[in-house]
């Protein structure tokens, strides 16, 4: 089955990432994995992993839950990585406590 990448969030103290999801229906999933999927990314899940746009990439999947509006503001709220609102090409205010060893929304550790 084929799901579109609506929103990702990215927590950079724990390496553990959220994405929204739809497919006729959407889903928050929470993972770890060495990728980011990009908003507009088309994902394809198997056993050992997930296909982004085609390509296959190894990827650890901890919880899948329903959409909550409610859900996925806190955890906008909680987030302390500056990426998603800061501008690509900057330095990161937040690299000492990041786990992430490439940023995935282009910020200079």
């Known amino acids: 089955m084929e799901w579109l990448v609506v929103d990702t969030i990215v ?12 497919c006729k229906i959407k889903l928050i ?4 994995s060495d990728v ?6 088309s994902v394809m899940q198997t ?20 959409f909550n509006k409610t859900f996925w503001k806190i955890i906008e709220q ?13 330095r990161c205010t937040s ?7 490439i940023c995935p929304y282009g910020l200079i550790k």
């Open 11 to 22: 927590c950079s103290s724990s390496g553990i990432s959220f994405s929204t999801l739809w």
């Open 29 to 32: 999933i929470w993972y770890e």
């Open 36 to 41: 980011f999927l990009p908003p507009g990314s």
């Open 47 to 66: 056993d050992s992993g997930i296909y982004i746009d085609g390509k296959f990439f190894p990827l650890t999947i901890y919880n899948v839950t329903p």
């Open 78 to 90: 909680s987030n302390e990585c500056p990426g998603r609102t800061s501008i690509k090409g900057v």
């Open 95 to 101: 690299a000492i406590h990041c786990r992430i060893a």
